[in-house]
DNA sequence: CTCACCAGAACGGCAACGCGA
DNA sequence: ATCGCGTTGCCGTTCTGGTGA
């Protein structure tokens, strides 16, 4: 009688309230009652402690009125801002979120598609950063339930939000051009993952559009840890014992950065004055490191509310709709580590 | 045909393999089946893509194998550390975890032991801040399948994986004493938060152990945001024109810390030189940050671990078992913000 | 008497249907 | 015809009892 408890069905209250199971439901989903039926059902169920049973109303509903959000790593401030985002989306239209971290592949995105195909899930964002074939095709399959964040194929019929991160780099890189700086290395994301290559593209666009030739060695594989870009310092440093230092570091995201920074003051190099940094995603943090980073937001945000508006947009309504693509736009954040202390004579072509 | 699909059932795949759905179910399910049955079942659950609906399977088993993880905020580290743990044991067992962030209590932590009593979750870990009656009567009836992580009544049977964080504060404190610090500020949590208070009485035992007399204009109060450090800086500058500044804060969590270092270094102030901070939570930012952060840690990721074990097997333990309550015990980690550059005239008592 | 399997009854809620007023 | 509400069947799976070999 203590522990297993009596679960209070629909039956229960149904007898209590002197009315039929039916009536019940009608009471608690339609509007469709007299006030009085009404009001007696109604105070049967708090008094008897009712709740309906969730599994109960989804096999006949079909429906679970719970999404998740998959992203790569809750260790990288941009998806907690992004998941804040969705969050908040989530719970003004009555939908629970599931939030799930793929921890950069340990965990396979295939087998949470395995959450769509149960049922467990209305609908799922995807941040993939590495989508292969065989998630692809998954997606494709379950398109209609889907939104993905992120550069995926084009012909892909999925709802996607995507953001052009090539050229927001194209941004950064100029914007430190113009400070004077030349020498500009690029710490890259996880080689082989889609926005790192994107990012990566449009570093070399940024340089060959204003005529500064691409060097090799001021390329700096890290894997968006904030620990990866401590190691490029060194990596920069060391490549060539010889070579003039960098004076500007682009990264391919601001834990990246933040990890730079700090190795680059421990080695006493001033950050603007000696080496320019700057950073993508604008997290939070960005604003609060020292010095404070410049960087070029990616709306993480914005995207994530687009994506989970699409989403519950394409779950309402009832019949198909075809696939929508929102492109946001990045925008440069200039903060203090890439004010230009230094000025090289010689200006651009 | 193309949009609506067709959902394939059990009974789907046991026509195709010349059996029964029961069979269907035994060979899914338990090992109790002859292998070429088996067999004729497997082929035809591939060949159909079957796969079992998640409501169906939880309205008759009365189980989802889903948890949710309940913290007060994402974009505070420690508890993403807190939740990388308990995702791991939860997937370790094939549970699902749900990561739900109360944003500091926008989110009403009553309605989420709604999705306890509607079944949809098996159980829940619950980071409290502020347990107020009502959460707690509710805690107290979902008892059976709730494992809370924080400081609760001691009368509450639940659960528990509890901290002696005032312990760590005196730890920290003493660490500050010791290398000749006298003027020791502290920057609180969130007042009327149970860790805020806890930490605010481990800071005053700290400095009556030691003889300090406790000063009021070296309380300064936050929020456990970044933040809100580095405004307390400007509080402490602000109080007493003609007072000292402290040679240390301790801050009650590594957040707020963090701010803290970045206001003081604006300033000119050089950390550890003039002033020593320390920090609480030991995440990792605290080894990355400029200078490094001395902190105390209270082991976020192994109180997750535990309290994600005991709520399993609370789960998987048909029956009542007592409610039992884990200690973890704080440890000092010093780094650099802490070193001892100025040591006063004068021994400790 | 064991083994392999099947038919049917739950599980709890919802909605179509239809009956009486 | 409308309104209010009880009845019934079904959602997909698992489990129980039972049958035949």
Redesign the pocket.
């Known amino acids: 009688m203590s522990v297993p408890a009596k ?8 007898k209590r309230a ?9 009471v ?3 509007a ?3 006030l ?3 009001r007696r059902v109604s105070t049967a169920v708090s008094e008897l402690g ?8 989804s ?4 429906t679970t009125e719970q999404i998740a959000l998959v992203i790569p790593d809750v260790g990288n401030p941009v998806y907690v801002q992004m998941a804040k985002s969705v969050q908040r989306v989530a719970a003004e239209r009555g939908y629970r979120l599931s939030l799930i971290s793929t921890e950069n592949g340990v965990v396979d995105e295939r087998q949470l598609l395995r959450g769509l195909h149960e ?1 467990q899930l209305d609908g799922m964002v995807l941040v993939s950063l590495r989508p292969g074939p065989s998630l692809l095709r998954q997606i494709r399959e379950a398109a209609p339930r889907v939104c993905l964040i992120g550069s995926f194929p084009d012909d892909l019929p999925v709802d996607a939000v995507r953001v052009d991160s090539a050229h927001g780099v194209r941004q950064g890189v100029a914007h430190l051009l113009a400070g004077g700086r030349r020498r500009i290395a690029m710490v890259h994301g996880t080689r082989g993952t889609v926005p790192a290559e994107t990012r990566a593209r449009g570093y070399r666009d940024a340089l060959l559009e204003a005529g500064v030739p691409f060097r090799p060695e001021l390329s700096v594989d890290g894997d968006f840890t904030m620990g990866s870009g401590y190691r490029a310092v060194d990596a920069l440093e060391g490549a060539r014992p010889d070579a003039v230092f960098p004076d500007a570091v682009f990264c391919a995201n601001d834990m990246m950065a933040l990890g730079v920074m700090r190795r680059l003051r421990e080695l006493g190099r001033d950050v603007p004055g000696d080496v320019a940094v700057v950073g993508m995603d604008d997290i939070d943090m960005a604003g609060m490191s020292a010095p404070t980073l410049t960087s070029v937001s990616l709306r993480a945000e914005e995207r994530g509310r687009l994506a989970t508006e699409m989403l519950l947009e394409r779950l309402a309504h009832g019949g198909p709709l075809a696939p929508r693509v929102v492109h946001v736009l990045p925008a440069l954040v200039v903060r203090e580590s890439s004010t230009a202390h230094v000025v090289l004579a010689g200006g651009p072509s």
């Open positions: 679960p209070v069905t629909i039956l229960d209250v149904a002197g009315v039929s199971a039916g009536t019940v439901s009608r608690l989903n339609r469709n009652v007299p009085d039926t009404r009712y709740v309906p049973n969730h599994a109960a109303r096999l006949k509903r079909r049922r």
